[in-house]
């Protein structure tokens, strides 16, 4: 569906588009556009089919032009919004055998930190860890949310040998159930 709708903007800007611009700063235009995408654009187009009663987001999701990103449905009934990519791992300073350390302040929890604040924008020092846990063998889910905007998140990530921690899934969530 996101496909859709950029490539309609896309046929647009070309039909309706200045004709004196030289095809190569037409392409620069189409390049910077898409590098950018806010999740209230998706989120919009979701609550307009599915669900009316969410709450806008105001949170806006750079992608890199070698991050694919695609929006995946979700049965869970406190997800917003969930979507998978193909990020990179962060990197680490951590040798093999690698063995989660799930206590605050560990290289582990400053990496999948680092990691979270990547994919969902919300920078370290403003950033809640709810719950960081055990999601599978060499896998981790986080819960945060942001100070200052209470937006909840729930991030899952998986240990990439020599690499560190990739995330696989981001989900913006209702709210933080701490059951």
Request: proline share 2%; charged share 30%.
């Amino acid at each position: 569906m996101l496909a859709a709708v950029f490539f309609i903007i896309l046929l647009s800007l070309i039909a309706f588009g200045n004709n004196d611009q030289s095809q190569e700063e037409q392409q620069m235009g189409k390049d910077e556009e898409t590098e950018e995408i806010t999740l209230d654009e998706k989120n919009e187009n979701d609550k307009s089919q599915a669900n009316d009663d969410h709450e806008e987001s105001d949170d806006v999701y750079e992608i890199d032009d070698d991050v694919d990103v695609q929006q995946v449905d979700s049965a869970d009934e406190n997800v917003i919004v969930a979507y998978t990519g193909n990020w990179p791992p962060i990197g680490t300073v951590q040798e093999e055998p690698h063995t989660t350390n799930y206590s605050d302040g560990s290289e582990d929890r400053i990496e999948i930190k680092r990691a979270v604040s990547q994919v969902t924008g919300i920078e370290e020092n403003d950033m809640i860890e709810h719950w960081v846990g055990n999601d599978g063998e060499q896998k981790v889910v986080a819960t945060v949310s942001s100070k200052s905007t209470e937006e909840v998140y729930q991030v899952y990530l998986s240990w990439i040998d020599n690499e560190g921690w990739q995330v696989k899934k981001v989900e913006r969530i209702k709210e933080y159930n701490q059951s």
